[in-house]
């Protein structure tokens, strides 16, 4: 089946700064979305992003579909931010196929 | 804007009880999925539901099963529960026609724990 990886596994940053997480994915995909889970296990959707690229405030997103990667951009990181990002892709058949995760921790 | 409810939020069972979850979609859409999150794991697909027939299949033990009710909303039941089954369960809606690639929308989850 498909493999998606995401890197870094972990993140620390100061608040203010800013970061880039990375989702590769070992097959074409009709779909690609972006999650933030916090602290208390909710699963926030951030982009639905097969190809291209799209801006919400802080955030940002590229896919490049026929390399088969997604970039998440977060600007300006707050101790808000902290959680768990998850990219996670679709084939066909509608079920989303999970990476394992960027754990990013915002320091005061 | 409304969102996809699950209920009961938390829930805590001993080993061989059975549980059953509740998810509501939201309004319109047609297609309900299940995910089950291990303690640091990333969320595993179970099973989907497309205008209340199963639409496809994951990793889902024989020991639970699902079903989508006519007015959309739908139910994990999981008998004979495992110590290995505590994990958070999440429910996902989306407008998919059944084509599978609009956004799925999460629930805020159900924390099962298994004593």
């Known amino acids: 089946g498909i493999q998606v990886e995401q890197s870094p596994p972990d993140l620390i940053l100061q608040e203010g700064a800013n970061s880039t997480l990375r989702c590769n994915f070992s097959?074409?995909?009709?779909?690609l979305q972006w999650f933030h889970q916090n602290p208390w296990g909710q699963l926030i959707n951030l982009f639905y992003?097969?190809?291209g690229t799209k801006q919400n405030g802080r955030l940002s997103a590229t896919t490049v579909a026929t390399e088969r990667y997604s970039l998440l951009y977060i600007s300006s990181s707050q101790t808000t931010d902290s959680g768990v990002y998850f990219c996670?892709?679709?084939?066909?058949?509608?079920?989303?196929?999970f990476g394992q995760g960027t754990e990013l921790s915002v320091k005061p | 804007a409304a969102g996809v409810i699950q209920s009961p939020r938390h829930l805590i069972k001993e080993k061989r009880e059975t549980a059953t979850l509740k998810c509501y979609p939201i309004?319109?859409?047609?297609?309900v999925y299940w995910y089950q999150q291990g303690p640091g794991q990333d969320p595993q697909f179970l099973i989907s539901?497309?205008?209340?027939?199963?639409?496809d299949k994951g990793s889902i033990p024989d020991r639970f099963s699902a079903q989508q009710f006519s007015d959309y909303h739908s139910e994990l039941n999981m008998s004979s529960l495992e110590l290995g089954d505590s994990a958070l369960y999440f429910c996902?809606?989306?407008?998919?026609?059944?084509?599978?690639?609009?956004?799925?929308?999460f629930g805020p989850g159900t924390r099962l724990l298994v004593l």
């Open positions: 996902a809606s989306s407008f998919s026609r059944g084509k599978g690639v609009e956004t799925q929308y």
């Open positions: 996670a892709v679709e084939r066909g058949g509608g079920k989303l196929i």
């Open positions: 097959d074409s995909v009709n779909n």
């Open positions: 539901f497309y205008e209340k027939m199963q639409s």
């Open positions: 992003i097969p190809s």
């Open positions: 309004p319109r859409h047609d297609t």
